[in-house]
């Protein structure tokens, strides 16, 4: 199409975006010529006919027509199709291009030592490891990075408590089990015990200051909490490791250089004895500036100074191309004033900082999803009622299997119907939590796309076949088949728009549209009663492409696919 826009108008016009999309009256549909029209000064039909005298796709498209105003209508030949579907047999890939690789550092989930996770750690999480599964596929060097809550005042309160109950109590042991009834029992003396909290603030000032044994027992309460983390993140079956973690206290002896450096540069000013840095077009009520808050009054630090702390170690250690922080949608205007101020202080360079924003999960009423108490849901119960009501459905559609094989599908369903629900969704917008529609065999599920899984494996095991072994050669006759061999080509292209936009919902529409293509497919071709062999072979092979395909695209987005349902 670029040649074609080179001969018809000028070597000016031929790297012009040919704006090709699918269509709905042939394959694919281009829109140069409307967007070009106003350029050469000429009608979108006459750029469109233009366009198309110097098109040569013959070997390519059967039918090239111009309709409306000036669309560029293109159908593809079938045995073109029928060859890129026979290319992907042997491409592990499934057409998915290598991209030149960049260094990407991914923070996300980010929960806090000492606490339980809650149902708001779920989105964090769940997009943040879709999106470095999806990255590393594409070739880029991702480098996970969990900014744990592991640094500041509560942990005076913490480690006074620990000393208290006894570091091999039962207590202590809710750490791994239960780390909010630790924090809170710690909250309740603080708040109610005087010299408990005084013990505390002093505690503080012993962490700060590198006293041996305060940092002991924090490094104790972080080991604790690791179990706790690690639990959750095996029951998510994301790929999260300690390896991973780069808690707050990883940039502790970053901040006071940071702030000298802000003040050095005249970016940051002190305002009623806080240090701060005010950015010009940041304003709040009555077009008051609104302060980045880089070290408060009393000489603390907050979360600016570590995010800034972050971003410049991220930058100058990491050698970061992209930094994207998986964090939820209201920290924006936070976040961007940290990009604005590192911008400003020449730490970027050509890295860029992405927020990918996640919106709230909310209950039935249209409120944050809570407990009737009010309290967040925490995140591990919520995924063991997942998992109880996913077996009490294996339990009622498979009575015949063994009781290990229900719990284990159980398990793969529950757990990839929560985290497919979160993932099908736009990340920042928000969504209403229901398990009986997340777990629902029909519709844009994660069960319906592991159930379409499943029957294809069975229909392998009835032909007493290897997947592997179905090779073609690739026919394209019918238009069914037609049908499923496009939306497979359409696999790698999801993939890297994936990578490029930073949005897994559409990866999950993709691998649904698949699903349903193939559901139309089987319903119209008989595979393994085909009239012909080399039918039969053709349909086996485009059987097993949808299978590698719906695996890989679940295994980016961090779902299993059972082998039976």
């Known amino acids: 199409m670029q040649s074609a826009l080179g001969a018809a108008f000028g070597s000016e016009y031929a790297d012009a975006d040919p704006v090709i999309r699918p269509s709905q009256f042939a394959d694919f549909q281009a829109n140069v010529a409307l967007a070009l029209a106003k350029q050469l000064r000429r009608s979108p039909r006459d750029a469109a006919a233009a366009i198309v005298e110097h098109l040569d796709v013959s070997d390519v498209c059967r039918e090239v027509e111009i309709s409306g105003p000036g669309f560029i209508n293109l159908t593809l030949r079938d045995e073109w199709i029928a060859d890129r579907v026979q290319d992907l047999l042997s491409d592990e890939r499934l057409g998915t ?5 960049q260094n990407i550092p991914i923070d996300y989930s980010a929960p806090n030592v000492a606490k339980e996770m809650h149902v708001g750690h779920l989105r964090t999480t769940v ?9 590393e596929f594409l070739g880029h060097h991702v480098i996970r990075q969990n900014h744990i809550g592991d640094w500041g005042t509560p942990f005076g309160m913490l480690i006074e408590h620990l000393l208290e109950v006894g570091e091999d109590s039962a207590d202590a042991a809710l750490l791994k089990s239960d780390p909010n009834a630790f924090y809170q029992a710690a909250r309740a003396k603080f708040d109610g015990d005087e010299d408990f909290a005084t013990r505390a603030r002093r505690r503080v000032v012993a962490l700060q200051s590198g006293d041996a044994e305060t940092l002991r027992l924090w490094h104790d309460l972080i080991e604790l909490s690791k179990i706790y983390f690690n639990r959750i993140y095996d029951r998510l079956d994301v790929t999260l490791t300690d390896d991973d973690l780069a808690g707050e206290s990883t940039y502790n002896d970053m901040l006071g250089p940071i702030c000298d450096e802000l003040s050095e540069k005249g970016l940051a000013v002190v305002s009623d004895g806080a240090l701060c840095v005010f950015l010009d077009g940041f304003t709040g009520r009555e077009g008051k500036p609104v302060p980045l808050i880089i ?3 009393d000489g603390g630090y907050g979360y600016a100074t570590t995010d800034l702390a972050t971003i410049k170690y991220r930058v100058e250690q990491l050698k970061a191309d992209r930094i994207v922080y998986v964090i939820g949608a ?3 205007l936070h976040l961007r004033m940290v990009y604005e101020t590192a911008r400003q202080a020449g730490w970027l360079g050509d890295a860029e900082p992405i927020h990918v924003q996640i919106g709230n999960v909310l209950g039935s009423d249209g409120k944050i999803l809570r407990t009737r108490s009010g309290a967040p849901i925490r995140l591990m119960a919520l995924l063991d009622e997942a998992v109880e009501r996913a077996s ?15 719990a284990a599908i159980a398990r793969d369903v529950g757990i990839g119907a929560v985290k497919y629900a979160d993932l099908s969704i736009a990340h920042d917008t928000e969504y209403v939590f229901d398990f009986d529609r997340m777990l629902a065999l029909n519709g844009n599920t994660g069960p319906y796309l592991q159930y379409a899984v499943a029957r294809i494996r069975s229909i392998f095991r009835r032909g007493g076949l290897d997947p592997a072994q179905a090779t073609g050669p690739v026919l394209v006759t019918e238009p069914a088949e037609r049908a499923l061999a496009l939306r497979l080509l359409g696999f790698g292209p999801t993939v890297v728009q994936v990578g490029d936009t930073l949005e897994p ?3 999950c529409a993709y691998l649904f549209d698949l699903a349903q293509a193939f559901t139309a497919f089987y319903e119209a071709c008989p595979v393994l009663k085909a009239e012909r062999d080399d039918v039969r072979a053709s349909r086996l092979a485009l059987t097993a492409a949808t299978l590698s395909t719906l695996v890989k695209g679940l295994d980016l987005l961090g779902v299993r696919a059972p082998e039976q349902m």
Request: hydrophobic share 30%; proline share 8%.
């Open 97 to 101: 291009p290598v991209q030149e690789r």
């Open 127 to 135: 997009v943040g490891d879709a999106l470095a599964r999806t990255l």
């Open 295 to 297: 070290r408060k009054s």
């Open 330 to 332: 209201p920290q924006s």
């Open 392 to 406: 009490a459905v294996v339990a009622e559609t498979r009575p015949e299997l063994d009781e290990q094989t229900r």
């Open 505 to 507: 919902h559409r990866l």
